[in-house]
Nanobody, 121 residues
Framework: VQLQASGGGLVQAGGSLRLSCAAS????????IGWFRQAPEKEREFVAV???????YYADSVKGRFTISRDNAKNTVYLQMNSLKPEDTAVYYC????????????????WGQGTQVTVSS
């Protein structure tokens, strides 16, 4: 299954965006889904993950500002991003978590094209 992230854009610091992650051919309800981001010249880093049982984990850098959620009826996982900072600027990706360490990109499959988030100061 390959996922597609959308909803990025340009926003001022302190603003909000909501990203969406969808899959066209498979249902999300049986999968754990994670969000990662990659800034220029940096490695891809973990942002958040939501399990099929609605258990959620966040990176310390986004805890309290970002919220991951899922709507199985719409086959979509969301990332609500509030109080955005310039350091949140990156391409954001979603993928299916296959188990193991949830912050490790090697444990994810289905990476699609990401969506650019740019936060201006």
């Amino acid at each position: 299954v390959q996922l597609q992230a959308s909803g990025g854009g340009l926003v001022q610091a302190g603003g909000s965006l909501r990203l969406s992650c969808a899959a066209s051919r498979r249902t999300f309800s049986n999968y754990d889904i994670g969000w990662f981001r990659q800034a220029p010249e940096k490695e891809r880093e973990f942002v958040a993950v939501i399990t099929l049982n609605d258990i959620r984990y966040y990176a310390d850098s986004v805890k309290g500002r970002f919220t991951i959620s899922r709507d199985n009826a719409k086959n979509t996982v969301y990332l609500q991003m509030n109080s955005l900072k310039p350091e949140d600027t990156a391409v954001y990706y979603c993928a299916v978590f296959m188990g193991g360490r949830y912050y490790d990109t090697n444990n994810y499959v289905g990476w699609g094209q990401g969506t650019q988030v740019t936060v201006s100061s």
